[in-house]
T-cell receptor, first 114, second 111 residues
Framework: EAGVVQSPRYKIIEKKQPVAFWCNPI?????LYWYLQNLGQGPELLIRYENEEAVDDSQLPKDRFSAERLKGVDSTLKIQPAELGDSAVYLC????????????FGPGTRLTVL | GQNIDQPTEMTATEGAIVQINCTYQTSGFNGLFWYQQHAGEAPTFLSY????GLEEKGRFSSFLSRSKGYSYLLLKELQMKDSASYLCAVRVNSGNTPLVFGKGTRLSVIA
């Protein structure tokens, strides 16, 4: 079974440019998470979806970040415009209601803003 | 706020045993997870504890004491491939809620 798929794996852009990341969760997982991971730090939640509904987006900087999960499957995370401080790894994870609600992570997109 | 503490770095010898500690102070508790993350890769699930005690899975074991807000991950018979970051994470609320992660412990296994 395929795991969580993310693309692109790497992205380099200049500041003030827009950028978008894509995530395809594990089939059947209704919950999808976007996390931000800075170098030497643990992941921090940006937004969580239950199906197509964003149920926890309190940590998402809404002035420049946006996300969507159409049809409750794939999700995109967008930054417009990007700033130097946005350079980080953006991780997508998914889970389903089960014994321990384990979260499965994708490989992440490493963003570098110049 | 939520606070999860673990050592930043550890070094251990191939074949040895290492214990990585994690203490947490969170507004709620609904389980503690350990993840392994190799450089440039996704975190992968290692263990889950929700009740006090020891969970053993092959060379890896995880312990939890809810009254002390404390957990540890024990790695036995260390191999070079165990060099990675180990992330302690707490689920504060029930259900498919987000995890609160510590900063991770970077383990280096040397010959």
């Amino acid at each position: 079974e395929a795991g969580v798929v993310q693309s692109p794996r790497y992205k380099i852009i200049e500041k003030k440019q827009p950028v978008a990341f894509w995530c395809n969760p594990i089939s059947g997982h209704n919950t999808l998470y976007w996390y931000l991971q800075n170098l030497g730090q643990g992941p921090e939640l940006l937004i969580r979806y239950e199906n197509e509904e964003a149920v926890d987006d309190s940590q998402l900087p809404k002035d420049r970040f946006s996300a969507e999960r159409l049809k409750g499957v794939d999700s995109t995370l967008k930054i417009q415009p990007a700033e130097l401080g946005d350079s980080a790894v953006y991780l997508c994870a998914s889970s389903f209601a089960g014994l321990n609600n384990e979260q499965f992570f994708g490989p992440g997109t490493r963003l570098t803003v110049l | 706020g939520q606070n999860i503490d673990q050592p930043t770095e550890m070094t251990a010898t191939e074949g040895a045993i290492v214990q990585i500690n994690c203490t947490y102070q969170t507004s709620g508790f609904n389980g503690l997870f350990w993840y392994q993350q190799h450089a440039g890769e996704a975190p992968t699930f290692l263990s889950y504890n929700v009740l006090d005690g020891l969970e053993e899975k092959g060379r890896f074991s995880s312990f939890l004491s809810r009254s002390k807000g404390y957990s540890y991950l024990l790695l036995k018979e260390l191999q070079m491939k165990d060099s990675a970051s180990y992330l302690c994470a707490v689920r504060v609320n029930s259900g498919n809620t987000p995890l609160v992660f510590g900063k991770g412990t970077r383990l280096s296994v040397i010959a």
